[in-house]
């Protein structure tokens, strides 16, 4: 059997261009698929392809095109019940056709976590209408989150305070909805100590390993910083290790899944959970590890060995916004922040913006000594340095 596999990746945003340059640097061939043309990992693979991934025809098109070995979702719309047909074909989905289609909308992978699995959720409920969105807020009770079943990037998500932010979280949801669901999930507001990202990987051929766990802060549904080691109590930590193995066993497959956790006085709360590199382990790209999530998640896919998980050092990431709508952006304040001492920043190179879209990342890192408060807050510091501007 030849060890170079021909992998398609659907989706190029930034996580997938790492994941392409963490392949290629183990020998494979890499085809990048997203919506628009020049997208990140398509800058760095072997081909590309644009296509619009919720037109299942034409995934199958591409697919029959290439016919890949390995097919690596990145993002979460796609038409993902061609998935079981692929892997019938011979073709392997990673982490698998099953994973993929219940993490693409939050009622079935909220469903399976809480009723079938058994983990501590929020309390939620759903609807696919205003009337019913009304009904379902008052049972939940006032403050409670609003998120679409299928979106990415925090689209769409609100928290109701009052009664007059109901039909705004409803309209807000729904246009932040991706795919062919126009359906929302509401849930019990959990009053959290902290928010972490909890990496977890299943092997092929090994146990699975968890990376430290990260912390993380967010804003409009979207990471703005993250930093690891995040502090966590041993109990809390081995609940949250339990339920991550626990569902991810559920799902089957192999590879790296970001899987969010609540710390509460009453315990760990499952959250949320993605099966592939998760956004807010870019923070593993400032050397926190002996190998950061991209490279963990190659080396899942191909089925090659990961002995451990080392935590090297303390590190933080902080993101880069665009403020406004635009073409071929650019960049100021990059050489300022690099003078700064264990201090990296990564630009994605997106062809266009548009406001808070993520353009870029600075990571900072301390020996495991420091604080990591200091050192969280030095990369936030030195984000605000970075201005994305147009020609």
């Known amino acids: 059997m030849a060890y170079q596999k021909k992998i398609m990746l659907l989706g190029s945003g ?9 392949l290629q640097r183990l020998g494979q061939y890499i085809i990048a698929v997203d919506s628009y043309e020049n997208a990140p990992a398509m800058q760095v ?5 644009v296509i619009n991934m919720l037109d299942g025809e034409a995934l199958d098109d591409i697919v029959k095109k290439h016919q890949p070995d390995i097919i690596v979702p990145e993002i979460e719309a796609i038409r993902t019940e061609r998935f079981y047909d692929y892997e019938k074909q011979g073709i392997v989905v990673v982490p698998s056709a099953k994973a993929a289609n219940f993490t693409m909308n939050r009622k079935a992978i909220r469903d399976l976590a809480s009723k079938e699995l058994g983990l501590r959720t929020a309390n939620y409920l759903y609807a696919d ?8 807020v008052i049972k939940i009770g006032i403050p409670c989150v609003v998120k679409p079943l299928m979106s990415s990037s925090g689209k769409g998500q609100s928290v109701i305070k009052q009664e007059q932010d109901i039909e ?21 507001f959990i009053k959290f100590d902290a928010e972490i990202t909890l990496l977890t990987v299943t092997q092929k051929n090994g146990k699975t390993l968890f990376c430290p766990p990260i912390g993380h802060r967010q804003e409009r549904g979207d990471y703005q910083e993250s930093w690891q080691p995040c502090a966590i109590n041993n109990n809390d930590l081995i609940e949250a290790q339990v339920m991550a193995e ?39 790209l400032a050397n926190t590890q002996n190998y950061n999530e991209f490279e963990l998640h190659a080396r899942a896919i191909l089925g090659l060995p990961i002995p451990n998980i080392e935590l090297i050092k303390k590190g933080a990431s902080a993101v880069v916004l665009a403020e406004k709508q635009g073409n071929a952006p650019d960049f100021k304040g990059v050489e300022t922040v690099l003078e700064n001492s264990h201090t990296d920043v990564k630009i994605f190179n997106k062809p266009f913006t ?4 993520r353009m870029a990342v600075v990571l900072c890192n301390g020996n495991t ?20 501007v147009h020609q």
Request: proline share 3%; hydrophobic share 40%; no cysteine.
């Open 369 to 388: 000594s420091e604080n990591i408060i200091d050192i969280k807050n030095k990369a936030i510091t030195l984000a605000k340095n970075i201005e994305v």
């Open 246 to 284: 626990k569902v991810t066993k559920a799902l089957t497959g192999f590879g790296i899944w970001g899987i969010e956790f609540f710390l509460t006085e009453k315990g760990v709360y499952f959250s949320e959970l993605s099966p592939r590199p998760h956004d807010t382990g870019m923070v593993t």
């Open 129 to 136: 209408n205003l009337t019913d969105f009304n009904t379902a």
């Open 354 to 357: 548009r406001p808070y879209r």
């Open 45 to 49: 693979a072997h081909q590309f392809e």
């Open 168 to 188: 705004k979280a409803w309209n807000y949801a729904i246009e932040g909805s991706r795919g062919d669901y126009k359906e929302v999930i509401i849930e019990e």
């Open 14 to 22: 930034e996580l997938g261009k790492e994941v392409v340059i963490a």
